[in-house]
């Protein structure tokens, strides 16, 4: 039987061959087996299903057995998706919100449940634990960029996010951003480099940046540009056409979008999906 292929159980016209079939297989299978529509014109393969590529490895493997079962609690409820993906902040510090909106940001609470001992304890304080809530809200140096002892006043960081999206305005949005992000650098910079934190230096970061991310966002609205890149778009040579594409992630896969224009920037075709 190891040497046994699919194959095997097809007739001369690349259909399931009841017979034999039924002679191997335990009755309450046969029916699955015989409705399983067969393609003869593929070749079998090895495929791997969740990955785009159809391919195994033991980093997609272990993501799906330590997420089997589990619901991701941490986005449940979460709305301001475009409010956070539309920060006049750099992509990168985006990308560090939606981590902390994912709850997959790899602080030690997170990698001891996924089974990664690192130690315990705030880098910055010494507390017991170090979550998303503490390190960013609770934890002292926290408490003093945000200037209040109780900022959560009982919710988690998602909810405290979806609570402060939805009602800040623009220069509010950038200093909770800032916060974050020099909270993150500056906890890095404990762990990897062995820096001391001091809450004024953080302070004046927090202070630096937004007034940096200010004026970018300014020139950046002045100018047309999105996202603070300036949308200069280049023509293709003479009778060629050219394709933009672009990607998005979203809370159930992937959105892309794909443009055609010819060499003198006229509409050809345009697609866009999700994977």
Same mark, same amino acid.
């Given at each position: 039987?190891? %040497?046994?292929?699919?194959?095997?159980?097809?007739?001369?016209?690349?259909?399931?061959?009841?017979?034999?079939?039924?002679?191997?297989?335990? %009755?309450?299978?046969?029916?699955? /087996?015989?409705?399983?529509?067969?393609?003869?014109?593929?070749?079998?393969?090895?495929?791997?299903? &969740?990955?785009?590529?159809?391919?195994?490895?033991?980093?997609?493997?272990?993501?799906?057995?330590?997420?089997?079962?589990?619901?991701?609690?941490?986005?449940?409820? !979460?709305?301001?998706?475009?409010?956070?993906?539309?920060?006049?902040?750099?992509?990168? #510090?985006?990308?560090?919100?939606?981590?902390? #909106?994912?709850?997959?940001?790899?602080?030690? @609470?997170?990698?001891?449940?996924?089974?990664?001992? $690192?130690?315990?304890?705030?880098?910055?304080?010494? !507390?017991?634990?170090?979550?998303?809530?503490?390190?960013?809200? @609770?934890?002292? !140096?926290?408490?003093?960029?945000?200037?209040?002892?109780?900022?959560?006043?009982?919710?988690?960081?998602? %909810? !405290?996010?979806?609570?402060?999206?939805?009602?800040?305005? +623009?220069?509010?949005?950038?200093?909770?951003?800032?916060? /974050?992000?020099?909270?993150?650098?500056?906890?890095? *910079? /404990?762990?990897?480099?062995?820096?001391?934190?001091?809450?004024?230096?953080?302070?004046?970061?927090?202070?630096?940046?937004?007034?940096?991310?200010?004026?970018?966002?300014? $020139?950046?609205?002045?100018? *047309?540009?999105?996202?603070?890149?300036?949308?200069?778009? @280049?023509?293709?040579?003479?009778?060629?056409?050219?394709?933009? +594409?672009? $990607?998005?992630?979203?809370?159930? &896969? /992937?959105?892309?979008?794909?443009? $055609?224009?010819?060499? @003198?920037?006229?509409?050809?075709?345009?697609?866009?999906?999700?994977?």
């Amino acid at each position: 039987m190891g %040497e046994a292929r699919v194959s095997g159980l097809l007739d001369e016209h690349g259909n399931w061959d009841v017979k034999i079939v039924r002679d191997l297989f335990h %009755e309450s299978d046969v029916h699955r /087996i015989l409705t399983t529509p067969v393609n003869v014109q593929l070749k079998d393969v090895w495929r791997w299903l &969740g990955d785009l590529r159809g391919l195994y490895t033991v980093k997609h493997g272990y993501r799906l057995l330590t997420s089997a079962g589990h619901l991701n609690t941490a986005i449940t409820g !979460f709305q301001s998706w475009k409010a956070l993906w539309s920060f006049p902040v750099p992509p990168k #510090v985006r990308n560090l919100l939606w981590r902390c #909106v994912r709850g997959i940001l790899p602080v030690r @609470e997170n990698l001891e449940s996924k089974r990664v001992w $690192v130690g315990r304890g705030c880098l910055f304080c010494d !507390f017991m634990f170090e979550s998303v809530e503490h390190i960013f809200c @609770e934890c002292r !140096f926290a408490q003093r960029l945000w200037g209040v002892d109780d900022i959560l006043q009982g919710r988690c960081l998602q %909810e !405290f996010m979806e609570a402060m999206l939805g009602s800040l305005s +623009v220069e509010s949005a950038v200093r909770l951003a800032a916060i /974050i992000w020099v909270v993150w650098e500056t906890r890095n *910079g /404990i762990l990897w480099r062995s820096t001391t934190p001091v809450a004024e230096n953080m302070n004046a970061q927090v202070r630096a940046l937004q007034a940096v991310w200010k004026e970018a966002f300014t $020139v950046a609205t002045r100018t *047309g540009s999105v996202g603070g890149v300036l949308a200069n778009w @280049e023509t293709p040579h003479h009778n060629a056409l050219k394709c933009n +594409v672009d $990607v998005v992630v979203l809370s159930n &896969g /992937i959105g892309y979008g794909a443009v $055609v224009r010819d060499h @003198e920037g006229r509409f050809v075709a345009a697609r866009s999906g999700r994977l």
